[in-house]
């Protein structure tokens, strides 16, 4: 079993619907949760950076963390055919790790 | 200001062959770590260096190997490559002491035939 599960989709919504991607890790000692995008061809790039338990929001993402249930979500609202990407969950045990443990990534399309 | 380069994007090898991957961090950044990138397993960790020294290191065999320079640049090296390594590997930097965003460059391809 992987240490972070995360289903690879694909995944399809209209332009403007809210998406939900979600993953679920074993290790109850992780503290640091993020969410990277990755473009076609491109390196991924950091999204959302948390800290533990809780929700945080920037624009038109939100992400949450439930640790007792060692759970994270990214939300996308009023999604846009930008937003058409691979979305990765990564997880830290130590502030400014190099060291992430990643999911397996979730292709999301959104159709204009 | 530059991103994180890395050189060659592309690369074709054979089996048995050894091959060395370059990175150049963004200016300022004095930790570098490795990815291997698969569509079966995804991003994994190599190893991580910051001054020079290699601070931690993935589950990976011996025939992967790194080290970086005084200027913060790195090489990773894989040795009598196999099929399975056939993956993006991505290289990031980060400034040390931050919150620890890691800035990815855009990947070396590597095929193994």
């Known amino acids: 079993q992987k240490e972070v599960e995360q289903d690879p989709g694909p995944l399809s919504v209209p332009e403007g619907a809210i998406v939900s991607l979600n993953c679920t890790y074993s290790?109850?000692?992780?503290?640091?949760f993020m969410w990277y995008r990755q473009y076609s061809r491109k390196g991924p790039e950091l999204l959302m950076y948390?800290?533990?338990?809780g929700n945080k929001e920037d624009g038109r993402f939100t992400a949450q963390v439930d640790k007792s249930s060692k759970y994270i979500s990214l939300f996308i609202r009023d999604s846009q055919p930008s937003d058409s990407a691979t979305y990765l969950c990564?997880?830290?045990?130590?502030?400014?790790?190099?060291?992430?443990?990643f999911g397996q990534g979730t292709r999301l399309t959104i159709n204009p | 200001k530059a991103g994180v380069t890395q050189t060659p994007r592309y690369l074709i090898k054979t089996r048995g062959q050894q091959v060395t991957l370059s990175c150049s961090p963004i200016?300022?950044?004095?930790?570098v770590s490795w990815y291997q990138q698969t569509p079966g397993q995804g991003l994994q960790f190599l190893f991580e260096?910051?001054?020079?020294?290699?601070?931690n290191k993935g589950n990976f065999p011996g025939r992967f190997s790194g080290r970086q320079f005084s200027n913060s640049r790195s090489e990773m090296n894989v040795s009598t490559l196999e099929l399975g390594d056939s993956a993006l590997y991505l290289c990031?930097?980060?400034?040390?002491?931050?919150?620890?965003?890691?800035?990815f460059g855009e990947g070396s391809r590597l095929t193994v035939l």
């Open positions: 948390t800290y533990s338990s």
């Open positions: 990031a930097s980060s400034f040390s002491g931050s919150t620890g965003e890691l800035f």
């Open positions: 260096y910051f001054s020079e020294t290699q601070r």
């Open positions: 200016s300022g950044h004095r930790s």
């Open positions: 990564a997880m830290s045990l130590i502030q400014g790790a190099q060291k992430l443990v």
């Open positions: 290790n109850s000692a992780f503290q640091y």
